[in-house]
């Protein structure tokens, strides 16, 4: 079908780009045979064709993307980023899709084109309470080549199974987004005197005391950047995101990334 993205099929289109020496093993269906009549030497005739590139939005539907149980920062933050990048697709002309891991398993809206996908993406959101332990490798099933992925999560267990499930997408031909959704008070837990509780085992707490809140704040940014590093050196586009970034700047963001991503090829 045709849309705004380069195709990787070049030179049977109307869209005249440029011609190029045939060389053997050419497809001599691309050859201008004008051109060869008046020149008496066979040139390729090449075109420019675009195509629709599908996306499918992977969302994290785990009890960490709940926190700070009160607001659901993290939750809001990707729920809004998913509907903000579906509604980037369709104004595309490309078909979107998401997969929201839960759980109990997998919702999907498979990827299409007509315009209601965007409420049918918001009202899956409205009906899905973040909680659990998810595996977001389940999210990536039937993903094709030529697919664009966009990863909502805070990546807080498995990230070594899903950053090698990327890299093989990524050899595969597929275009993998990492958007690393983190919240405010992860970064700075504040000084008091309290106890943290872990929302994906309960049982595991955590006195924080001024001590401790150094120490793990050395250790997050640390796990942080090797979760980058890991993504980046298998081919994904990595992006950390606050929960109280501003959505749409985030949103141009990524886009303005991904066609910087296809104008490169």
């Known amino acids: ?34 051109l060869l009549a008046r020149t008496d030497r066979a040139h390729l005739r090449i075109t420019d064709e675009r195509a629709t590139r599908t996306t499918l939005i992977v969302l994290d539907a785990s009890a960490s993307m709940a926190f700070p149980e009160t607001t659901m920062e993290k939750w809001a933050q990707a729920c809004r980023l998913a509907v903000g990048l579906t509604a980037v697709a369709r104004g595309e002309g490309d078909p979107a899709g998401v997969s929201v891991v839960t759980p109990s398993g997998v919702t999907r809206i498979p990827p299409r084109a007509r315009k209601g996908v965007i409420g049918d993406v918001a009202r899956t959101f409205d009906a899905i309470t973040p909680g659990g332990v998810v595996d977001l490798r389940p999210g990536l099933d039937g993903v094709r080549a030529g697919w664009r992925v966009v990863l909502l999560s805070d990546f807080l267990g498995g990230e070594q199974a899903v950053t090698s499930r990327s890299r093989e997408l990524v050899i595969g031909g597929v275009e993998v987004y990492a958007i690393h959704i983190v919240a405010a008070a992860e970064l700075a837990p504040g000084d008091a005197l309290r106890v943290a509780t872990d929302p994906e085992e309960p049982g595991l707490r955590r006195l924080l005391h001024p001590a401790a809140i150094e120490e793990y704040q ?22 950390e995101v606050r929960s109280n970034e501003d959505t749409p700047t985030v949103i141009r963001q990524i886009a303005r990334g991904a066609g910087q991503r296809r104008n490169a090829r």
């Open 1 to 34: 079908m045709a849309g705004t993205h380069a195709s990787r099929l070049r030179g049977l289109t109307a869209e005249f780009t440029e011609y190029r020496p045939y060389r053997q093993g050419d497809d001599s269906r691309r050859l201008d045979w004008k």
């Open 218 to 239: 050395a250790t997050f940014l640390s796990w942080r950047k090797r979760l980058a590093d890991g993504f980046r050196q298998s081919g994904v586009e990595y992006l």
